[in-house]
């Protein structure tokens, strides 16, 4: 069935460190790829979004590339800051069957701390 | 300003009782979805309605009712057959089938403890 595994947390880095968050997928479709960042007591948010392979997401200083051959789309962000601290979720939406159309697969959630 | 609404933010339920958290969207989106999420183990999926009076079981329904009466409106119940009711739920909506690849809006989420 589709899924996605994503990496465990916590991850802890200092403010201006270089960040991956890996995740990977398996989807019997033709999935749409997604990051969502959720911030303490709130909703989830979209961070980034991809719809067909090879396509990079990107938004606020974060990235990820769609990459069918190795069914990835890893989260990076150059410099990361104390704001960026939050939990971040990777998730799947397969458009093309049956009663399952555009419902989301998420990944556990990876804990994200920066340090000043 | 388009989005959406759940209420209340935080609910205390007594064992044994039933109790209804409200989700209302002004988005005009078809698609509606109630996830619960604990410590640890993301997000589940509850219910799921891609059409007003239609909806579908997600991968933890038991003890867990809903209804689609109206296109803006998907309440989740949360009755006393829920072994474990105290989570964090989330309800969010998305365009539908009928427009793909597109993204879901959530919102702010109700933090439901048993006492």
């Known amino acids: 069935g589709d899924s996605v595994t994503q990496m465990e947390g916590p991850v802890t880095l200092s403010e201006e460190a270089f960040l991956t968050i890996n995740c990977t997928y398996t989807?019997?479709?033709?999935?749409?790829l997604f990051w969502y960042v959720q911030y303490p007591g709130e909703g989830l948010q979209l961070l980034l979004k991809?719809?067909?392979?090879?396509d990079k997401g990107s938004n606020k200083g974060f990235e990820a590339t769609y990459r069918k051959e190795t069914t990835s789309f890893h989260l990076e962000k150059g410099s990361v800051q104390v704001s960026d601290s939050a939990v971040y979720f990777c998730?799947?939406?397969?458009?093309?069957?049956?009663?399952?159309?555009?419902?989301?697969?998420f990944g556990r959630g990876t804990q994200l701390t920066v340090w000043p | 300003d388009g989005g959406i609404t759940q209420s209340p933010k935080y609910l205390f339920r007594k064992e044994g009782q039933n109790v209804t958290l409200s989700c209302e969207q002004n988005?005009?989106?078809?698609?509606m979805y109630w996830y619960r999420q604990d410590p640890g183990q993301g997000l589940r999926l509850i219910y799921y309605?891609?059409?007003?009076?239609?909806?579908q079981k997600g991968d933890i329904a038991e003890g867990y009712s809903v209804s689609r009466e109206k296109k803006e409106s998907f309440p989740l119940t949360v009755t006393s057959a829920q072994k474990n009711p105290t989570a964090f739920y989330l309800c969010?909506?998305?365009?539908?089938?009928?427009?793909?690849?597109?993204?879901?809006?959530f919102g702010q989420g109700t933090r439901l403890t048993v006492v």
């Open positions: 998730a799947l939406s397969v458009s093309d069957r049956g009663s399952t159309l555009g419902r989301l697969y």
């Open positions: 988005l005009n989106h078809d698609a």
């Open positions: 969010a909506s998305s365009p539908g089938p009928s427009v793909r690849r597109t993204e879901a809006f």
């Open positions: 309605s891609q059409i007003v009076n239609d909806f």
């Open positions: 991809a719809t067909k392979a090879d």
């Open positions: 989807a019997t479709g033709y999935p749409s």
